[in-house]
């Protein structure tokens, strides 16, 4: 972890600002060294662990300024910041000086000084990498969390399946058992779905997508959660707005909104999440009513909606906000679609979370083909479809064909790409499901020497992989691209959608 290195004799331990300086100083990932003599200075400085040099105005003479100045290239020094009691407008011209942080400045100013003075150390090193997310701490604490999170769900699943196991003939705990397994593998998908949508942060792929659809799935991956506290929603949809964002981006930072909101209010309480208009833009609340937070956690938690970029908090506590780093990317997945977040504590025991985002000027005649086609999909009761599933996972195989048997489907397997491509040139199939991986002969393979001899085939890539080029599998034709791993009712939308297209029903 990086530094900040303090030479001063007004800013220690003691000092009223000290506490606030630390903690922020943390919150970006930088230990806080103070030193107490120039030789300790310069050898900080010298070993290049210092991210930022704080150093009292009088301390930093010349052999200190020609050290800063002589150590690389000026995009690649350290950071010098200036301790003055009372501001000089001289001092960064003639001590050539990145900043001033005045100690003199009431807390909620020197606060807000602070911030700043880091967000342009964050912003130098971001220019310097043009990497997206630089600190390798946050992206080590990050997969640290998940995994943690992941390891904790499959340790359950394991110990479910094993009691059913050692009692075969007690067919309620098996029935539980199961419910409890299946649950906690939606679970493991949504951890992974998180990392998938933040592993993209900088990369977003900008669709037309409705802000009320967004909120209700969002809700649904945390119904879960609600279910287990008994805690009541509470929520209001004044309509369906529509705006340019990245659909999965979104859900994760609602549901990790309302996650947060679950996580910290009492067993029984009352949450709510509100839809709205304001000045031309939507204007979403999500509340908590006896959300149980002391004000140091507060104050932890609203500085990270001050900064547009995501900063590590590494002290967070266990089971008290413990995803305020996740929470931290999800304030910059808002920032990069022209919204933002504010957190406000009310009356100590309720919580609310104010999100705006622009909205898409007004299209009436969308939303009613919308309205239509979600209709369509409702009076869909069996899918009357020829669908040809390759993949060589036989519990997938089997998974998806006892599925679409139900529907009504008469469904065709494969073990790989060159069975299942000697099967789409036997029989024209309404669909076909295509892993991309496989032994043989891939995916990409099959589906292109397919599409040669049918271009009308609606073929589906089902893949784990995340350096997939979808962009260029949409090219050469393929209908969709759904990533493992999956909900059976996201394909069945997907078959859903092909049967209208073909006007199948």
């Given at each position: 972890m990086k530094k900040s290195v303090v030479y001063s004799n007004i800013l220690d331990t003691a000092s009223r600002h000290y506490n606030l300086f630390h903690d922020i100083s943390r919150s970006f990932g930088c230990d806080v060294v103070t030193v107490r003599s120039g030789e300790n200075a310069v050898q900080?400085?010298?070993?290049?662990?210092?991210?930022?040099?704080?150093?009292?105005?009088?301390?930093?003479?010349?052999?200190?300024?020609?050290?800063?100045?002589?150590m690389g290239d000026p995009g690649d020094r350290v950071s010098v910041v200036l301790l003055v009691d009372k501001p000089a407008g001289d001092l960064l011209l003639d001590k050539k000086a990145d900043g001033l942080l005045i100690l003199s400045l009431p807390d909620a100013l020197f606060e807000l000084s602070v911030l700043s003075v880091y967000k342009h150390l964050f912003v130098k090193?971001?220019?310097?990498?043009?990497?997206?997310?630089?600190?390798?701490?946050?992206?080590?604490?990050?997969?640290?969390?998940?995994?943690?999170?992941?390891?904790?769900?499959?340790?359950?699943?394991?110990?479910?399946?094993?009691?059913?196991?050692?009692?075969?003939?007690?067919?309620?705990?098996?029935?539980?058992?199961?419910?409890?397994?299946?649950?906690?593998?939606?679970?493991?998908?949504?951890?992974?779905k998180n990392l998938r949508a933040f592993a993209r942060v900088e990369n977003p792929q900008y669709t037309r997508v409705s802000i009320k659809d967004i909120l209700s799935e969002s809700i649904d991956l945390a119904k879960a959660h609600f279910k287990i506290k008994n805690i009541e929603l509470i929520k209001k949809f004044e309509k369906g707005y529509l705006l340019n964002g990245d659909y999965d981006q979104l859900i994760q930072v609602f549901f990790n909104l309302l996650n947060d909101v679950v996580g910290n209010v009492n067993e029984h309480g009352t949450a709510g999440i509100f839809l709205s208009n304001k000045n031309g833009g939507a204007l979403i609340k999500i509340i908590g009513d006896e959300y149980e937070i002391d004000e140091e956690d507060f104050h932890s938690l609203e500085r990270i909606f001050v900064v547009d970029e995501p900063i590590l908090k590494v002290d967070s506590k266990e089971g008290r906000i413990e995803n305020r780093n996740v929470l931290s990317i999800c304030n910059h997945i808002i920032r990069n679609h022209k919204g933002s977040i504010g957190v406000k504590k009310v009356n100590k025991t309720k919580l609310t979370y104010t999100i705006e985002l622009p909205i898409m000027k007004e299209d009436h005649a969308p939303e009613i083909e919308e309205a239509e086609i979600r209709h369509a999909y409702e009076v869909i009761a069996n899918l009357d479809m020829d669908i040809l599933i390759v993949d060589d996972e036989e519990y997938v195989r089997n998974t998806m064909y006892y599925f679409f048997d139900k529907k009504g489907c008469r469904v065709t397997l494969a073990e790989d790409g060159e069975f299942g491509l000697k099967m789409a040139k036997e029989k024209p199939f309404d669909l076909i499901f295509m892993d991309y991986l496989m032994p043989r002969m891939g995916g990409f393979e099959a589906a292109r020497k397919i599409l040669e001899n049918n271009s009308d085939a609606k073929i589906v890539f089902i893949t784990g992989r995340e350096s997939l080029d979808e962009e260029e599998l949409y090219k050469s034709g393929v209908y969709a691209c759904v990533k493992k791993p999956f909900e059976m009712n996201d394909l069945y939308e997907i078959a859903r959608k092909v049967a209208l297209e073909k006007g199948i029903v």
């Open positions: 900080y400085l010298k070993e290049g662990e210092a991210e930022a040099f704080f150093c009292d105005e009088n301390l930093y003479t010349a052999d200190l300024t020609d050290l800063v100045n002589s090193e971001k220019l310097r990498s043009v990497s997206g997310i630089t600190n390798p701490d946050f992206i080590v604490k990050l997969l640290s969390d998940t995994a943690h999170a992941i390891n904790n769900i499959l340790t359950g699943m394991q110990g479910y399946a094993e009691l059913a196991q050692l009692n075969p003939d007690d067919k309620k705990l098996i029935k539980d058992s199961f419910q409890v397994v299946i649950d906690s593998s939606y679970r493991v998908r949504n951890e992974i």
